[in-house]
C-alpha cells in the first residue's frame, strides 16, 4: 500500500521497553478518594463493599494477564506484581500500565453494583497507574512490605481518628490535634482506655490488607485440578510468607 505523506509522523513517537530481568509492578491508586469516599457514603475508617469491589476488580486484571504472579490492595491502591521473565506486549511500558489501569477502572464500574446495592455510582472513577522495576527479590519483598506496614499504620491512625470524632464527640481538628506526635502504643491505649477496643481484634482485611494469590485446587472426585485466585489477608513482611509460599519467587519459566 503507498504511504502517505503524513506517515512521516509516526517517526515521533517513542516507546519505553521495561528492563529485563526485573520484576514489574504495576500500581494504580484511585483518584481523589477523599471525595469520591464521601460522596458515596463509605463507612468510616473501612467500608467492606469498597474493598470487596476493589478485591473483585483485581481478581478481573489478574485472570486476563497471567504474567501476574500475586496482588496486594489496601484502601484505593492494588498493585500487581508481574515475573521477571514476562513477555508482555514486548515489556512496552505504557502499553502494560494503560491497560491494567484501565482494566482495573473498567471493571470496578461494571462490578460496582453487586457491591453497592442501592448506592449509585455518582460520578466514573478514575484510577492513575505507574510501574517501578525491581531488580532483587529482596527488593521486591521490600515494596510489598512497604505497602503493607502503610496499611497499618494508616488503619490505626483512621481507626483511633473516627473512634476519637464518631464515638468520642471530637471535631476532626480536635481528633487530629490529640493524635499528633502519637506513637502506636498511644493510640492502642486511646481505643483500649476510652472506647474499650482491642485494636488485635479488628478484622484482619484492615490491619493487613487483601493479598491475592493464585493457588491450585483439586476438583472434588477428580484428579483435575483448577486454577482459583484467593485472597488473603495475612502478614507478608515476615520471611514465613515467602517460604510458604515458595513459587511466587520460582516463577520464572
Ligand atoms: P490522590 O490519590 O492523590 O488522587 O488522592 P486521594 O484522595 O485518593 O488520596 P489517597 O489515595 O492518598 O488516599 C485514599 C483516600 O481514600 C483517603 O482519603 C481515604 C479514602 N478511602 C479509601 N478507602 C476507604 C474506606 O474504606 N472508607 C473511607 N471512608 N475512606 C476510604
Ligand atoms: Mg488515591
Ligand atoms: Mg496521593
Ligand atoms: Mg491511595
Ligand atoms: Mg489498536
Excluded at 484505593?76 to 482494566?103: A, G, P, Q, W
Excluded at 453497592?116 to 517501578?132: A, E, H, N, T
Amino acid at each position: 500500500m503507498a504511504k502517505s505523506k503524513f506517515e512521516y509522523v509516526r517517526e515521533f513517537e517513542s516507546e519505553e521497553t521495561l528492563l529485563p530481568n526485573c520484576w514489574i509492578v504495576v500500581r494504580i491508586d484511585g483518584k481523589a478518594f477523599h471525595k469520591f469516599s464521601a460522596k458515596h457514603n463509605f463507612a468510616k475508617p473501612n467500608d467492606l463493599r469498597a474493598i470487596s469491589l476493589m478485591n473483585k476488580a483485581a481478581t478481573c486484571v489478574m485472570q486476563d494477564y497471567k504474567d501476574i504472579v500475586m496482588a496486594y490492595g489496601q484502601s484505593d491502591e492494588y498493585s500487581f506484581v508481574l515475573r521477571k521473565s514476562c513477555t508482555l506486549h514486548n515489556r512496552r511500558k505504557s502499553k502494560i500500565m494503560t491497560y491494567i489501569s484501565s482494566l482495573f477502572t473498567s471493571s470496578y464500574v461494571y462490578h460496582w453494583h453487586s457491591y453497592f446495592k442501592d448506592q449509585k455510582l455518582k460520578y466514573p472513577p478514575s484510577f492513575d497507574g505507574r510501574i517501578v522495576l525491581y531488580p532483587t527479590d529482596q527488593n521486591l519483598k521490600d515494596y510489598l512490605s512497604w505497602r503493607q506496614a502503610d496499611c497499618h499504620i494508616n488503619n490505626l491512625y483512621n481507626t483511633t481518628f473516627w473512634n476519637l470524632v464518631l464515638t468520642g464527640g471530637l471535631t476532626p481538628a480536635e481528633a487530629e490535634k490529640r493524635l499528633c506526635g502519637t506513637l502506636s502504643s498511644d493510640k492502642n491505649e486511646i481505643l483500649f482506655s476510652e472506647f474499650g477496643i482491642n485494636y488485635n481484634n479488628e478484622l484482619e482485611v484492615y490491619k493487613k490488607g487483601t493479598i491475592l494469590l493464585r493457588k491450585r485446587l483439586k476438583r472434588p472426585n477428580s484428579d483435575k485440578h483448577k486454577i482459583v485466585i484467593l485472597p488473603l489477608h495475612i502478614d507478608l513482611i515476615k520471611e514465613e510468607f515467602w517460604e510458604e509460599n515458595s513459587e511466587l519467587l520460582q516463577m520464572e519459566t
